[in-house]
């Protein structure tokens, strides 16, 4: 099962319970759309649960009054709707749940088990996106609470922010990590070279997405060099260029979308940067190396710098930040 917590909440106004609640209730809702059930015996006990959190919290009433499992569904499916769109029921949420948090992942755990025990498989979670809070949102996620998000017991993968890996905290999450590295385009200390295999991925990437035929070479060759090997900046990248060809009136893209795209992505970091930001991208643009974290953690997690790595880590600054550093 994989979902992004943009669909359950502001990634920047997220809690651990809201990761909590929003994994049960994505797990049960998927299974149900699978045309899968669960065991009366844990829909009538979910039920239960689900009714203790009503009568406790009215704001937290449904209009579903229908058989047991359709009405639990609409239970999960409105809760996220509201923890989603209402502040106010997001705190009332975490106030409910919170004193009794042992419940909630009890009743994760008699999911997961029921659904493993059907299906004859281990359960994977992916949630998407958690590398997107601020850092200090991000430390109260995964070192403040981690042991709570680590207790349904089944295989979860969380994205976390690349700059959570360079603070103190990062020793509770070191063992369990994965580290996966940006796609290298050059070589370390060579920007005109050209790392055959990095573009080679990117391409399959985009082409993955689009017909070959709807984009130039040049153009395509560009938009890669400055997405930086960064999946999510190639494909922001590529949807700028796209939307500026249909506004142009042209059935393909070419270099002049992309370098539309390339100006958008620039103004977006000059209104980010701080004076003293320049001095710092300056450093790593002529050194490729990262030093002073304290310095650099914000730069990370905002891509102004992008890590690599060859037989050890390196990082340059991203490829549209290199004009600005010129003036």
Known sequence: MKYSVREVCDVNNLDYVDVLFSMGAELYIKYMEAGKKL??????DLNAW?????????????????????????????????????????KTIRQTIEPKLSELIEKINLIIADIEGREKRKVLILIDDLDKPLLDQAKKIFYNNFTAITQPSCYIVFTVPIAIYF????????????????????????????DEKGYALMKSFVYKR???????????????????GVFRENARIMQIAA???????????????????????????????????????????????????????????????????????????HPVIEELLKK
């Open 39 to 44: 065991r009366p015996e844990l829909i009538k």
């Open 50 to 90: 689900k009714n203790r959190i009503v009568e406790k919290e009215e704001s937290l009433t449904t209009s579903a009054e229908v058989e047991a499992e359709t009405g639990l569904k609409a239970f999960f499916v409105s809760i996220l709707g509201k923890i989603k769109a209402e502040d106010s029921t997001r």
């Open 167 to 194: 603070t103190q905290e990062f020793t509770v999450l070191k063992e369990s990590k994965y580290f996966l590295p940006n796609i290298k385009l050059h070589a370390k200390g060579d920007r005109n070279s050209i």
């Open 210 to 228: 689009m017909e070959k035929e709807l984009i130039n070479d040049d153009a395509l060759d560009h938009a890669i060099g400055i997405g930086a």
């Open 243 to 317: 939307d500026s060809a249909i506004e142009k009136g042209r059935t393909k893209i070419i270099k002049e979308d992309v370098e539309r795209a390339e100006r958008e992505l620039r103004g977006d970091f000059k209104r980010q940067l701080t004076t003293g930001d320049y001095e710092i991208l300056k450093e790593i643009c002529d050194m490729n190396e990262m030093r002073g974290i304290e310095k650099i953690g914000h730069l990370l997690h905002n891509l102004s710098v992008l890590e690599y790595v060859n037989d050890e880590p390196w990082c340059d600054v």
